[in-house]
């Protein structure tokens, strides 16, 4: 079957897993009308069905009717939901999971013959800019991975890593939007404390991280450069890191990734 007969169905139809459908249908890559989901809860139902994906009474009847199943339900659950529809994952079907922390070994397992991708995402794709990962099992081919990547690109930018990685991917990219979240925080409660209206403040605090991960990702320089650049002798600016640097920011935010990265290795564990 062509992709453009292929059909997505999305197991478990929560708010990462509608964003995705969203992004998909929006950006004209997979339409909604080749789109599936079996969410029981009315609110989630209604939320797909809005923009004219079709629900179906069973997840069984899901995964008979699609080529691509996107694996969306909590963690704790996945190996409940995988071995009752076991018989039907046959060697066509492709199953993508953005469960977290449910290592491929166990998804191959508890999926009989499909081959399985397990994609890691992170909340920006609610807004089209996600900065997902993704790792191939063993039965995934590159044609799984291009047709991967041409679906998360419709919601942002994802790279190919090996399963060893998703642990520090997720203390950097997967925890990451926390931490910059904190930061626009701290820095708009600076601008009210110097006088700055509250809304004005906060505006301009998320707009100035907003250009300057921009200026990061499209002019290639080094983030220290860029810096650099913006601190000229005896100025406003070296003022200011001057004091970050004394607070140590710089080491936090390091730990703060690492002490992420540890804690999803330990839960991966359990």
Same mark, same amino acid.
């Given at each position: ?126 807004? &089209?800019?996600? $900065?997902?990962? @993704? *790792?191939?099992?063993?039965? !995934?081919?590159?044609?799984? #991975?291009?047709?991967? =990547? +041409? ?96 607070? &140590?920011?710089? $080491?936090?935010? @390091? *730990?703060?990734?690492?002490? !992420?990265?540890?804690?999803? #290795?330990?839960?991966? =564990? +359990?």
């Amino acid at each position: 079957m062509g992709e453009a007969e292929m059909k997505i169905g999305f197991l478990g139809a929560g708010k990462m897993a509608e964003a995705i459908a969203r992004g998909l249908h929006n950006a004209g890559v997979f339409p909604s009308s080749r789109m599936r989901t079996a969410h029981t809860r009315l609110p989630r139902r209604e939320a797909f069905a809005s923009f004219g994906v079709t629900i179906l009474p069973s997840n069984a009847k899901l995964v008979e009717e699609c080529q691509v199943v996107l694996l969306g339900v909590k963690p704790q659950l996945v190996k409940e939901v995988l071995v009752d529809l076991k018989p039907l994952f046959s060697e066509d079907k492709l199953l993508l999971s953005i469960a977290a922390g449910v290592k491929i070994k166990d998804l191959e397992e508890w999926a009989g013959n499909a081959r399985v991708v397990r994609v890691m995402p992170n909340t920006p794709c609610l807004v &089209g800019e996600t $900065a997902a990962v @993704m *790792s191939l099992g063993s039965k !995934a081919t590159a044609q799984d #991975e291009k047709f991967v =990547k +041409t679906l998360f690109e419709a919601v942002g930018k994802i790279w190919t890593v090996k399963e060893k990685l998703l642990d520090a991917v997720t203390g950097l990219s997967g925890s990451g939007p926390a931490y910059v979240y904190l930061a626009i925080e701290a820095m708009a409660d600076g601008g009210v404390a110097a006088g700055l209206p509250r809304d004005l403040a906060l505006a301009l605090a998320s707009q100035t991280v907003l250009g300057a991960a921009k200026m990061v990702r499209e002019t290639k320089k080094n983030p220290g450069q860029l810096k650099d650049e913006v601190a000229s002798p005896a100025g406003t600016t070296i003022a200011g890191i001057y004091e970050l640097e004394k607070g &140590g920011l710089r $080491a936090t935010l @390091m *730990s703060a990734v690492m002490a !992420a990265a540890k804690r999803s #290795e330990e839960l991966s =564990k +359990t």
